[in-house]
């Protein structure tokens, strides 16, 4: 199939003042960009992107919304210019090659279908453009739907479909190609949370069914954890992280990435970082704690001294006890097998996750409770720079 190397990658879109707005017709005016920088070259959407791709690996592009994530999909596509760096697929340089030569496939958000058209024919279209023969493309239609689960389908017009099954075609279209790289920009975000459930396991499936590289865009870290071999986390135009699932779960590189990997979001507090010889130990609200060996090398490694710091555990991390920091109990979410504390410590809201068989009781509005967390759990980030302390 393919590998994708991106080496470099701006995109700079041309800046245009509010006069100039005013200036020119409503029709004519680009698409808003937020959280971007304006330079004097006009607005980065992306900047010094750098990602290699293995054959058949599925990466994930994930960051909130305006952190470039589609605009970089839509390069490698070739439906956005590259401003500066190069883009190789199969180690062959395609920045001024057209979409239609670059061997690529991508499904959209809207699923963008030909409403005239059967299920069957808008699978047979892109084959058709080729000149591929009919019995090919019967042969490649077919063995798509069957994959898809939309055989029943075939004779129907989207219209006759529902969101699911619009976009199992749109998906269909997209394979029967057997493209090299397969692009997907939020293709479940119109969908409702059980049928995003439902098509991430369909993805997953798919993607042991057909060898080639899948780039992935979405906003929703459940579907980077879930889907990604490899997560590239985005924020602002520049690369936060990249790493597997595990790793950029585990080993956070910046607040940022801790902040935003992790349902419910991680706990942060103003704490301190406190050196003795070659141990480490973070206290925070009267609580202290020495970090697991494994972080004391890592932080030893980088010749780290005592400081203040903040300090993030995640609410499955934490531990109610006879010990710890205090906190006052504002919400408690019964969850099933868990209840989520919403809490008050140390003058931030923190959620603690209680397992059900673990309660000793029932918790009220304005109890106290007090919680602890092991050291191996514990991530210190710098006051100053937001990053990880420990890399």
């Known amino acids: 199939m393919a590998t994708v190397q991106l080496k470099n990658i701006k995109k700079v879109y041309p800046y245009i003042s509010g006069e100039q707005k005013k200036s020119k017709k409503k029709d004519d005016q680009p698409q808003k960009k937020i959280n971007l920088q304006i330079t004097d070259e006009g607005v980065v959407a992306v900047q010094q992107f750098s990602l290699d791709i293995a054959d058949k690996e599925f990466i994930v592009l994930v960051g909130p919304s305006g952190c470039g994530k589609s605009t970089t999909l839509r390069m490698v596509a070739g439906l956005e210019e590259i ?55 019967d042969k490649k239609v077919r063995e798509a739907a069957e994959i898809l689960d939309i055989t029943q389908y075939l004779n129907r017009k989207p219209k006759a479909l529902s969101g699911g099954q619009r976009q199992r075609v749109a998906i269909g279209r997209a394979i029967v190609r057997a493209p090299k790289v397969m692009l997907m920009d939020e293709p479940l975000s119109n969908l409702d949370a059980k049928l995003r459930n439902e098509m991430r396991a369909e ?44 790793e950029v779960f585990n080993h956070p590189a910046n607040l940022f990435v801790a ?84 809490v008050n410590a140390e003058g931030h809201d923190v959620i603690i996750i209680v397992p059900t068989v673990d309660m000793k009781g029932n918790y009220e509005m304005g109890d106290t409770v007090h919680f602890s967390f092991d050291g191996k759990v514990a991530h210190v980030f710098s006051k100053e720079t937001e990053k990880n302390l420990e890399f």
């Open 83 to 137: 401003t500066d760096g190069e883009l190789l697929i199969d180690g062959k340089l395609v920045n001024d090659i057209p979409p239609k030569d670059r061997d690529i496939a991508m499904v959209f958000q809207n699923y963008a279908l030909y409403p005239h058209m059967t299920v069957y024919e808008n699978m047979a279209f892109s084959l058709k453009l080729r000149h591929v023969p009919k019995a090919e493309i």
């Open 203 to 246: 993805i997953i499936k798919l993607r042991k069914r057909i060898d080639t590289t899948f780039i992935y865009v979405t906003h929703d870290q459940t579907e980077a954890m879930t889907l990604g071999d490899r997560i590239v986390i985005m924020k602002d135009g520049y690369i936060q992280q990249i790493g597997t699932p595990q």
């Open 259 to 342: 902040g935003f990997i992790g349902m419910p979001v991680m706990n942060f507090f103003d704490a301190k970082l406190v050196r003795e010889g070659s141990k480490y130990f973070v206290e925070v609200g009267g609580y202290r704690q020495e970090l697991s060996p494994d972080k004391e090398e890592r932080l030893l490694n980088h010749d780290v001294q005592s400081q203040e710091i903040t300090l993030g555990v995640r609410p499955e991390h934490t531990d109610v006890n006879d010990e710890g920091v205090a906190a006052r109990v504002d919400v408690a979410e019964m969850m099933g097998s868990s209840v989520h504390l919403h």
